[in-house]
């Protein structure tokens, strides 16, 4: 999809039709993942894919917005392979996977898929479900699928702030 049609068209899809999203569409998204850039290429990421009943049943543990979506992606990074900024050692592995997570929020639409960014989770009760280690970090959640035929963007897809409000030139 041209990308100025992709920007344009794109909004948060959370309606979901039962349908599967089948392999090669999954690990087309995963690829355009893995071109995301990251702080001095380190691609702290992880990404994990959650298809089975079972585990979008343990995400549900963790989240309540998943809009029955037949799968997920949870964007997570690991801290400890993420590079770290001498001046202050902060550490770029979540900017490293909000990248990521972009990729892939764009390239689920550019498949005529649908996902939702998702923050509202549990980061306590998403390590425990999934085991993951102290170093990795949770980012981003996307509940992914088909849009259902009556899926439409909610009244907030609608509202951006006017340039004025959120750019500023020279000095603040
Ligand atoms: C960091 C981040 C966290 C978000 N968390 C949630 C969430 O937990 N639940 C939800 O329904 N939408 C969530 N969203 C989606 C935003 O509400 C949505 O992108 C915004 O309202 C603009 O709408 P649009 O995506 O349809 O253009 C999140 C988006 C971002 C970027």
Not at 98 to 113: F, P, S
Not at 119 to 126: T, V, Y
Not at 139 to 150: E, L, N, Q
Request: charged share 25%; proline share 8%; with cysteine.
């Amino acid at each position: 999809m041209e990308y100025s049609t992709l920007i344009h068209e794109r909004y948060s899809v959370r309606k979901f039709s039962p349908e599967p999203v089948d392999e090669n569409s999954i690990q087309a998204i995963l690829d355009t993942a893995r071109l995301a850039p990251t702080a001095v290429n380190k691609q702290p990421q992880r990404i994990l894919v959650l298809r089975s009943a079972e585990s979008m049943e343990k995400l549900r543990k963790a989240t309540t917005y998943l809009f029955n979506a037949p799968m997920a992606l949870a964007v997570c990074c690991n801290r400890d392979e993420a590079w770290v900024r001498p001046y202050d050692q902060y550490n770029s592995g979540v900017i490293d996977a909000a990248i990521v997570a972009t990729h892939i929020m764009l390239k689920v639409h550019d498949l005529g898929l649908g996902a939702t960014w998702v923050g509202h989770f549990d980061p306590a009760a998403f390590r425990k479900v999934f085991n993951l280690p102290g170093y990795v970090e949770p980012v981003a959640i996307f509940p992914i699928g088909h849009p259902a035929d009556d899926a439409k963007p909610s009244p907030m897809h609608g509202k951006r702030r006017p340039l004025e409000e959120t750019v500023v030139y020279d000095h603040f």
